[in-house]
């Protein structure tokens, strides 16, 4: 039977957030078109936590196990994914747009002949068609793209479709591959980390962000103190403003032409709230916004809104922070 393909990215022998969401994602579509979702995995040691992709929607979570699938190789999981999908009839096939998701997704569209849509935001089946919704010019309008014919490859925006999980436990199956160095072209043999990384704010469960209320760039040490008082569970957002000022790197920019983020605590400090923004951090479950002036958009979307001046209540809050969890 055809099914919609969900390709499950993992990182440490661990199934990555984005990839539930990509399981539940083709969840959606698979019980609109009536079909079965095929997720795969390929690694080395995760047969174990592979077994985890049922309860997001998998029906089958077929299992690569090779020590040369242990780190990315794009012409390796290329021939293995774009093979599968041939074999399989899959009638759309999903990966996430991650960094490994972008690069990967748009080779087995190649091999495959088939379309390709990015950042996709929205997926919906009309008239027995996929179509999918995805941001144009930097999220100023949204774009609908129909899939027809062959197997449509999406890449799904990461903290758009939340992990949904499913009462039916789906099968874990061996996926048989034979695979030798002539198939990965290049090999990568040693990945180096570099020292004291930063929290990525797309998975961050508590951010704090910053605006240009902030009024300068020095300023910004009372959103990394307040960020830092959490004991290394927050991650330090901003907005578009203080990015393109130069103020801070744009790996911590969240909205349309930044990061998705769905973190419990979303605490937006000097941020008015425009709509670009919005889009990015809406979906976080609390939102606390901190502002001089009470017609800030922001105030909208906040679950709670504090009026005032920042370089007063961020510290504040940093202390208070401390001592709860002293």
Known sequence: MPGIFAFAETRDGEIRKVSQEVVTAARKLADALGTEVHAVVLGSGIAGAAAELGRYGADKVFVGEAA??????????????????????????????????KDLAPRVAARLGSGYSSDVIGL?????????????????LLSQVAATGGTPVFSVRANVFLPVENAKAGTVETLNVSVNEADFGAIVREIKAGAAEKLDVGEAGIIVAGGRGLGSPENFKLVEDLAAAFGGKAAVGASRAVVDAGWRPHAEQVGQTGKTVAPTLYIAAGI?????????MRTARYIVAINKDPEAPIFKVADYGIVGDLNEILPRMADEVRKMLA
């Not at 919906?124 to 100023?140: C, I, L, S």
Request: a negative charge; glycine letters at 16%; hydrophobic letters at 40%.
């Open 68 to 101: 040369a699938f242990d780190k990315y190789s794009a012409e390796g999981f290329t021939t293995v994914i774009s093979s599968f999908i041939k074999e399989h009839g899959c009638d759309v096939a999903l990966f996430p747009a991650s960094s490994l998701g």
């Open 124 to 140: 919906e089946v009309q008239g027995g068609a996929v179509v999918a919704t995805r941001p144009e010019y930097g999220g100023k």
């Open 272 to 280: 008015s709230g425009a709509i670009q923004h919005l889009a990015g």
